[in-house]
Nanobody, 113 residues
Framework: QVQLVESGGGLVQPGGSLRLSCAASGSIFSANAMGWHRQAPGKQREWVAN???????NYRDSVKGRFTISRDNAQNTVDLQMNSLKPEDTAVYYC???????WGKGTLVTVSS
């Protein structure tokens, strides 16, 4: 059964850091582009970052220089290191596998003092 399971969310103060991780099961991870998306309360889900199987990365402008996406092809994981967090980063963060359009259930990140 295909699964994407996110972990690492929580409450952090502005300026703090969190590292999200997504573990993929099955065969979906291999040679698949992976991404992180987020949905803030009352807003539509938006793309945050992605990484292809070769390691090429892309970021939305508002997180450039603060977030880093990475993948471990041996462990079938994709991480999102988030630094200098801002209250507007508060959202449920979802892991996504592009080929097959698989989604995790999300992990909540709350940035608040």
């Amino acid at each position: 059964q295909v699964q994407l399971v996110e972990s690492g969310g929580g409450l952090v103060q502005p300026g703090g850091s969190l590292r999200l991780s997504c573990a993929a099961s099955g065969s979906i991870f291999s040679a698949n582009a992976m991404g992180w998306h987020r949905q803030a309360p009352g807003k539509q889900r938006e793309w945050v970052a992605n990484i292809n199987s070769g390691g090429t990365v892309n970021y939305r402008d508002s997180v450039k220089g603060r977030f880093t996406i990475s993948r471990d092809n041996a462990q079938n994981t994709v991480d999102l290191q988030m630094n200098s967090l801002k209250p507007e980063d508060t959202a449920v963060y979802y892991c996504h596998a592009y080929r097959g359009d698989y989604w995790g259930k999300g992990t909540l990140v709350t940035v608040s003092s």
